[in-house]
């Protein structure tokens, strides 16, 4: 079994289960949660591209806002992009973590570039689950602190103590990892559904 292992699920406004994938916690707070998982195979993205085999993920989760963040590492270490996800506080109880997928999403490049994605999910979303004002205006909130990350540059994380995580890994030792084995067209992660099988971060 992987150690420290943990499930995430990623829920829609009605409470239905939208995907679920686990990964491996690295460190946890009294206000963020740390966890880290690795792709096994090539996958093809619409709005990522090609992610190679041995890409690292360090997910990012504050208890108390309204987003996470995701930082894709290439095999060799180097910042790949940062992949941000709007959502409703999450709930952690020490095996599980669970929040509400609110649709919008950052993708940001290390040029400093990003794209904003997925705004007509949120908004057909917010039609059909009838999204309160409150949960709208903290989303909206949420993307504007994104960009504002984003432009900066800083997204309030420490990554050097992680990225040694990577160069000093042996080969084989299980960090948490990915495959992704379908993808169509649907709000959330770059506008794809993905499943995962097997350890893994989910993107």
Same mark, same amino acid.
């Given at each position: 079994?992987? %150690?420290?292992?943990?499930?995430?699920?990623? %829920?829609?406004?009605?409470?239905?289960?939208? /995907?679920?994938? /686990?990964?491996?916690?690295?460190?946890?707070?009294?206000?963020?949660?740390?966890?880290?998982?690795?792709?096994?195979?090539?996958?093809?993205?619409?709005?990522?591209?090609?992610?190679?085999? =041995?890409?690292?993920?360090?997910?990012?989760?504050?208890?108390?806002?309204?987003?996470?963040?995701?930082?894709?590492?290439?095999?060799?270490?180097?910042?790949?992009?940062?992949?941000?996800?709007?959502?409703?506080?999450?709930?952690?109880? =020490?095996?599980?973590?669970?929040?509400?997928?609110? @649709?919008?999403?950052?993708?940001?490049?290390? @040029?400093? *570039?990003?794209?904003?994605?997925?705004?007509?999910?949120?908004?057909?979303?917010?039609?059909?689950?009838?999204?309160?004002?409150?949960?709208?205006?903290?989303?909206?909130?949420?993307?504007?602190?994104?960009?504002?990350?984003?432009?900066?540059?800083?997204? =309030?994380?420490?990554?050097?103590?992680?990225?040694?995580?990577? *160069?000093?890994? /042996? %080969? =084989?030792?299980?960090?948490?990892?990915?495959?992704?084995?379908?993808?169509?067209?649907?709000?959330?992660?770059?506008?794809?559904?993905?499943?995962?099988?097997?350890?893994?971060?989910?993107?």
């Amino acid at each position: 079994m992987l %150690k420290n292992s943990a499930s995430i699920v990623v %829920k829609n406004f009605d409470g239905s289960v939208r /995907k679920t994938w /686990k990964c491996r916690l690295l460190e946890q707070t009294c206000t963020l949660v740390t966890f880290v998982g690795e792709f096994f195979e090539d996958v093809s993205h619409a709005e990522l591209g090609l992610i190679r085999q =041995g890409t690292v993920s360090y997910e990012y989760y504050w208890l108390g806002r309204w987003y996470n963040v995701f930082r894709f590492c290439e095999p060799d270490g180097s910042l790949r992009n940062y992949y941000c996800n709007v959502n409703m506080p999450p709930i952690y109880d =020490g095996n599980m973590l669970e929040y509400v997928d609110l @649709d919008l999403d950052l993708l940001v490049w290390p @040029d400093g *570039s990003y794209q904003v994605l997925d705004r007509d999910e949120f908004e057909a979303n917010s039609l059909r689950f009838e999204y309160p004002f409150e949960v709208r205006a903290n989303a909206e909130s949420a993307l504007v602190e994104l960009i504002q990350m984003a432009e900066t540059g800083d997204f =309030g994380i420490e990554v050097l103590a992680l990225l040694s995580i990577s *160069s000093t890994r /042996k %080969k =084989g030792d299980a960090i948490g990892r990915i495959s992704v084995t379908a993808a169509a067209p649907y709000a959330g992660h770059g506008g794809y559904r993905t499943r995962y099988r097997g350890w893994m971060r989910r993107m």
